[in-house]
């Protein structure tokens, strides 16, 4: 008991610290969000008309990302009443069928009963009391007798049972009927929605294209690009590392997936503008709409920025980040740590794309790299 104690007393500071520790992490968490968000507004602020556009571009993006996580979550309900539903049509057929067979076997002990309530035979046998064959009769019958009852009894409830069954099937029906509405309804708001993401676009690059060429407005984006991710290394810097058994993202080279099955529709450092390129690549998926992160790290973005959409950041150590935009919607929030292949984001076509598809990036101490030459 005394060595519990102390060994109890031992522990006990370093659990306190423990959870301390974590709470400080949380609060060091919640500031880099704050101040990520600060430092968003002030990299998506423009003049003018044009800032009126890149508003409503922003919460297009942003509405059309909460109605695609409805939709699949309306999905995933529907999939699962579906289920549901078959699984108690299986259940009402099987128990129909025993039903049935019960009732047959009812049918004929009845007959049987019938039969021995009128056979002559039958009962001068059973009138004979010191009869062997008599006993034997008199305890066959009531064995029929008891089976005839447990059955009637047995079918009885199987019938309760039935009709709870179908009850529950004509609720879930109707919650499906309801679902598949509500499903209707979304995609129907998604749709509006893009429709209206693509008129804004348009409008966009016309108010930009009064001010300044197409060359000059992307190099503004990578600029802020470039400002962001000096501002996240540094705010992360004050962060543990925790690579725990998984190995460092420089071990990875040519090992990782790609975020996603597609073609490459732009190539690293192709030409995306008379003066500009490209800092990453963009995949054109063939069928999956997941983005998946390519390796372990900690979620440093997920947020809306100007000229690349929703985007999402993962900081993998020793100055290594990934970087997935364009996206549709975003499942990770900062400070999350991710797992390889974990699903981050869905497809999409937010910021200035206007066809679906990923657009990936990977930098070394916020210089950009070559994808190619590091996923597969």
Not at 98 to 103: A, D, G, T
Not at 166 to 189: A, H, Y
Not at 306 to 332: A, C, K, P, T, W
């Amino acid at each position: 008991m005394c060595k519990a104690l102390t060994f109890l007393l031992i522990l006990l500071p370093w659990s306190i610290a423990s959870q301390e520790s974590e709470i400080q992490l949380e609060t060091k968490i919640v500031n880099i969000q704050q101040k990520l968000n600060l430092l968003k507004t002030k990299l998506n602020k423009a003049h003018g008309q044009a800032q009126v556009l890149i508003t409503k571009l922003e919460q297009q993006d942003l509405a059309i990302a909460t109605i695609s996580k409805q939709v699949v979550t309306s999905n995933l309900q529907l999939t699962d009443i579906k289920a549901r539903v078959a699984d108690l049509t299986s259940q009402i057929a099987t128990s129909s069928n025993s039903i049935e067979q019960q009732q047959g076997q009812i049918i004929n002990l009845l007959k049987l009963q019938v039969y021995i309530s009128h056979d002559k035979t039958l009962k001068m046998l059973l009138a004979s009391p010191k009869n062997t064959s008599n006993i034997q009769t008199k305890h066959q019958i009531k064995y029929l007798q008891n089976r005839l009852y447990n059955l009637i009894k047995r079918v009885a409830q199987q019938i309760k049972s039935l009709e709870v069954l179908k009850s529950n099937q004509i609720s879930l029906q109707q919650q499906e009927d309801l679902r598949q509405q509500d499903l209707i309804t979304q995609q129907g708001e998604l749709l509006e929605h893009r429709k209206q993401r693509l008129k804004i676009l348009n409008q966009l690059k016309i108010e930009i294209a009064n001010h300044e060429t197409e060359s000059e407005s992307l190099t503004k984006d990578q600029t802020r690009l470039r400002q962001l991710l000096d501002e996240i290394r540094h705010l992360l810097s004050d962060l543990p590392k925790d690579l725990g058994t998984h190995k460092s993202f420089g071990k990875l080279k040519g090992k990782m997936k790609k975020p996603v099955a597609g073609k490459y529709i732009r190539s690293f450092r192709s030409r995306r503008s008379a003066n500009t390129r490209w800092n990453g690549v963009v995949i054109k998926p063939s069928l999956d709409t997941k983005v998946h992160a390519i390796a372990y790290g900690r979620v440093a973005f997920a947020d809306w920025l100007r000229g690349f959409g929703m985007l999402v950041i993962l900081d993998h150590q020793d100055g290594y980040m990934s970087l997935y935009g364009f996206n549709e919607s975003i499942n990770v929030e900062v400070g999350d740590w991710v797992k390889p292949r974990q699903q981050i984001a869905t497809i999409g076509n937010s910021g200035t794309l206007t066809t679906p598809a990923v657009y990936f990036e990977i930098r070394k101490d916020a210089m950009p790299l070559n994808p190619k030459s590091w996923v597969k």
